[in-house]
């Protein structure tokens, strides 16, 4: 009895060890062989102190135009195909109910949508790209200067056969890390009661 309990416990523990390792092994073989995009962000919302260890971001279009014939309703998953414009920033190209056989994409869900003036329906789905991690102590600082230079701020995140993990966000071309670093004259203006 107690052997046969023993190797439940163990096929257990092994399943509970085994779904966090499967994850963190696709997180990485999609950083290190995924496709590159780069989204173009936008303002959030007040800042919040007490966040933690990351900035919080919001990539900048989060909308497709579509037939006024697709069938949505709020909360129904959808896979959103994607694309680069001329400047290569990243665009949504498309959205469909089945999962796509090619291309990069990613899974999501239709938060709402309206039809436009143009007879055209306007769709907006949830993004599950909104938060960048990083070292809890720069964090705060990063998210301040995110706001202050958010016309120069793009994050890139790499996909692959429908998986995207966030790799970096940029101010000026730079990683942030680096811009915090780098910028510390300019940062100690802006942050002139911190430790930076």
Same mark, same amino acid.
Not at 10 to 38: C, D, F, H, N, W
Not at 44 to 59: C, E, I
Not at 104 to 114: D, G, R
Not at 188 to 196: C, G, Q, S
């Given at each position: $009895? ?12 092994? &399943? ?6 499967? $994850?963190? &092994? ?95 329906? /306007?769709?907006?789905?949830? &993004? ?5 991690? $990083? /070292? ?6 990063? /998210?301040?200067?995110?706001?202050? /230079? ?23 071309? $730079?990683? &942030? ?20």
């Amino acid at each position: $009895m107690k052997k046969k309990l023993l190797a439940v416990f163990i096929v257990i523990a092994v &399943i509970q060890l085994a779904i966090p390792l499967s $994850m963190i &092994i696709r997180r990485e073989i999609t950083l290190s062989r995924g496709e590159v995009y780069k989204f173009q962000v936008e303002p959030v919302d007040p800042y919040d102190p007490f966040r933690g260890r990351y900035v919080d971001v919001r990539l900048k279009n989060d909308a497709l135009i579509v037939s006024k014939d697709f069938e949505s309703r709020p909360g129904q998953k959808v896979f959103v195909t994607l694309d680069k414009d001329q400047k290569g920033y990243a665009k949504f190209a498309g959205i469909q109910l089945e999962k796509p056989k090619q291309g990069n994409y990613f899974a999501t869900k239709i938060l709402y949508s309206f039809e436009d003036d143009y007879g055209k329906q /306007e769709i907006h789905v949830e &993004i599950p790209f909104d938060r960048y991690y $990083m /070292e809890e102590k720069l964090a705060p600082k990063a /998210e301040q200067v995110y706001r202050e /230079e958010i016309d120069n701020a793009y994050l890139t995140i790499r996909f692959l056969k429908g998986f995207g993990v966030v790799e970096q966000l940029f101010i000026n071309e $730079m990683p &942030i890390e680096d811009y915090l670093l780098t910028g510390r004259i300019k940062f100690n203006k802006i942050f002139a009661k911190t430790d930076l």
